[in-house]
């Protein structure tokens, strides 16, 4: 792993300079949906002396969105009164690896912020792929350098990494899994996925700035048709096509055609081709989910005189040519 030199005249606010605060954005709607369950126990860890959290699972099922949801939580003051005021501070692993120059002498960025760290109060740290930080020849012992800021209880860590990266990289580092508590992170059932996407429609109507058309009833139902689509075995393989992410890429590309034909409402047509577009999805299961898709929304369809352009499966394996 390249190890960047970053050049600066005095010693910077590492926080400042590359983290996150995830306290501070504005949330729409609760980020981590049907992820009570994991939040309680990310939780429970922090408020266990001498330990911090990994968060564990495959791509795109919604590590990320978890600790967003602590932080959307932290905001609303419904966590433990001894978490309340914390700040959430995200960082990537990648700023992380990097070398700050300080008058002719170098210094790595995480014990830099380690440092400054010991000054600042209620801070919860994320790390992001956590596991490029360990078990490489540029890894700083990361356990050991956070030691001194966990054990004074005012900052904690939480991290994140694959399955695969955990159990190639982390469960061999014995300093690292003294100091934190694996917290498993599983793909989200069919119906829990659809709780999710709908539950987070009002902040992707308010992100883009239009509206799905139709009421709360065929809302789900279209929804729900999404998910169908994007089940464990229409999936391509090796594209992180986990739940909810895989539906959320359709769900999102409807808006986006909306969009492009400066339309202020989401329609049944933009659902059809954000399923007929996707890169995630082999193409003899998209033609079967689009001719399900067509019978199932008839009546729309038929009612606001809605033509749907037809594909082949040829057509969808030669523009899909190399993903598969």
Known sequence: MDIEIIEVTKEPDIVELFGEDLTSKKYI??????????????????????????LVGKPGIGKTAIVEGIAYLIQKNEVPKV???????????????????????????ISLLIKQLKEKEKIIIFIDEIHTLIGNNNSLDLANILKPALDRGDVKAIGATTTLEYDKYIIRDRAFLR?????????????????????????????????????????????????DATSEYKRIYGLAAMYPDVS??????????????????????????????????????????????????????????????????????????GLY
């Open 29 to 54: 709607t609760n980020p981590a949906i049907a992820r009570e369950g994991e939040i309680k126990k990310v939780l429970l860890t922090l408020l266990t002396p001498e330990k911090s959290a990994i």
């Open 83 to 109: 978490l309340q005021g914390f700040k959430v501070i995200k960082f990537n692993s990648s700023s992380l690896s990097g070398v700050i120059s300080l008058e002719n002498r170098e210094e790595a960025v």
């Open 179 to 227: 100091r934190f508590e694996k917290v498993d992170v599983l793909e989200p059932s069919r119906d829990t996925t659809v709780d999710i996407l709908v539950g987070s429609l009002p902040r992707i109507e308010k992100n883009t700035g239009i509206k799905f058309k139709y009421n709360h009833y065929v809302s789900k139902q279209i929804i729900e048709s999404i998910v």
């Open 248 to 321: 959320f890429s359709v769900l999102t590309q409807a808006f986006s055609q909306a969009l492009f034909d400066n339309r202020e409402e989401v329609t049944v047509k933009d659902v059809y081709n954000a399923i007929k577009g996707s890169k995630r999805i082999y193409p003899d299961s998209i033609i079967k989910e689009l001719d399900a898709f067509k019978n199932k929304f008839q009546d729309i369809i038929e009612e606001e005189k809605i033509q749907l352009d037809t594909v082949t499966i040829e057509e969808l394996k030669k523009e899909n040519e």
